[in-house]
């Protein structure tokens, strides 16, 4: 099926300044691409047109623009044009380059979420490495002088074992409260997983951009915000995805990987806040009395509940009654926990039988994703507070309230994923 990369921008009134940022559709069963028109983007849409400055949001998608998450009326009054375009396409490129001409900032939300296995090595160099490289040559040529772009936390994920022990256990990885000089990235990008693999070559190309020059002698600003696994409204992977695990097991998600792990998520609205205030951030970089953040990747995190993402899910489906009080979760996390090296040597013995006996391909690594339970990772915020004036905008019992009435779609829905 034909894969799409997409834009999207916004024009204040007075000076043209716009941002662009491609986004993506559904492509296949293993993956997609969030953005302007999907989970991510259709959150950072909502807080630009929620500025007062913004006149004018322009999305570039090969699927229509459609409003899904309600809009206050000061927001209501700035328009979204659709155009279709695709960033990996020669024969669109007379439209990209239309979508970024007078932009004054991008923000770079393409790519694709593919964490099969076998893994789409190609598919995930082109539209996450390939993609970007467009999305910067772009802006050069537009003259585009900010470009934000998303990455992963999972660009730090590193082995802690890693010799021999550590294979048989299980890559797992230990960060704990750490900022992003202290947690760095592997420098072989192939040391991770391909997913995360191809957001690390992708990160390096645009902090590896900042500062170079623009077509009209100016300079380009780049930074990279590594979000974490983020859950929400229009969240179609990580909890419908475990809510279709739970129901091959009577409802019930085996804890796997030991009983330490703790996990770093966060409310989608939370990390498409961060976005517009990089934009803003970058803005400021020409006044001597603001912190430079232009060159930097930065960690974006809130107060959502720092567990397990299995008992995450179970927060996140359990529904409250018309009395108040909570009625049992659609899931259930059982109780006993298997150690790590038992769940992990379980996985990679299932993986290698349903692909190599049956040629089969998994929708997500069985080993990779016990290797991410038995994790243990907690991220400091300090530089998105210092450098990008960063504070989550949702409370923590905010960002469940609203994703909860989001997920409670899928009561009555017992046979059929409520969430495609």
């Known amino acids: 099926m034909k894969v799409d990369a997409l834009p999207l921008q916004y024009c204040s009134s007075n000076c043209k300044p716009c941002i662009v940022f491609p986004v993506g559709k559904i492509i296949k069963r293993f993956g997609h691409f ?3 028109s999907g989970f991510l983007g259709q959150h950072v849409v909502k807080h630009l047109r929620e500025d007062a400055a913004v006149s004018e949001v322009r999305v570039v998608d090969l699927r229509p623009f459609e409003e899904r998450l309600g809009l206050s009326p000061a927001a209501s009054r700035v328009p979204v044009t659709w155009v279709p375009a695709d960033l990996t396409e020669e024969a669109d490129e007379a439209k990209c380059e239309e979508a970024f001409g007078g932009a004054d900032l991008v923000i770079h939300c393409a790519g694709l979420e593919d964490r099969s296995y076998p893994a789409d090595l190609q598919a995930l160099h082109r539209h996450n490495v390939k993609a970007t490289e467009a999305v910067v040559s772009l802006c050069r040529r537009a003259n585009v002088p900010r470009l934000v772009s998303t990455s992963s936390v999972e660009v730090v994920f590193v082995p802690y074992l890693r010799n021999a022990l550590g294979t048989a256990l299980g890559s ?3 960060i704990v409260n750490q900022t992003e000089a202290r947690a760095v ?12 693999a191809s957001k690390l070559r992708a990160e390096r190309i645009v902090l590896a951009a900042n500062g170079s020059a623009l077509d009209n002698g100016g300079s380009l600003r780049t930074v990279a915000l590594r979000a974490p696994p983020m859950y929400g409204e229009e969240d179609r992977q990580l909890v419908p995805g475990l809510l279709r695990l739970a129901r091959l097991f009577e409802n019930t998600l085996l804890q796997l990987g030991g009983p330490s792990q703790r996990h770093q998520h966060a409310y989608v609205g939370n990390v498409a806040w961060a976005h517009v205030c990089a934009g803003h951030a970058l803005a400021r ?3 001597v009395e603001a912190q430079a953040v232009a060159g930097l990747a930065v960690f974006v995190t809130d107060e959502s509940p720092k567990g397990d993402l299995l008992r995450l ?3 996140l489906l359990t529904f409250p009654d018309v009395s108040g009080s909570g009625t ?3 899931v259930r996390v059982r109780a006993s926990p298997l150690p790590t090296w038992v769940s992990y040597l379980a996985a990679v013995a299932a993986e290698t039988l349903v692909t190599a006996t049956f040629g089969a ?3 997500v690594r069985p080993s990779a994703f016990i290797s991410y339970l038995s994790s243990f990772v907690s991220l400091s915020r300090l530089r998105a507070e210092t450098r990008l004036r960063y504070a989550p905008k949702y409370a923590a019992e905010d960002a469940i309230a609203r994703s909860r009435a989001y997920y409670a779609r899928a009561k009555d829905l017992q046979e059929v994923d409520p969430l495609d």
């Open 34 to 36: 969030p953005g302007g």
């Open 172 to 174: 797992y990885s230990v």
């Open 185 to 196: 990235p592997p420098e072989d990008p192939s040391d991770l997983e391909p997913f995360p």
């Open 285 to 287: 970089e020409e006044a």
């Open 313 to 315: 899910t179970q927060l």
């Open 328 to 330: 049992p979760s659609l």
């Open 361 to 363: 391909r998994l929708p």
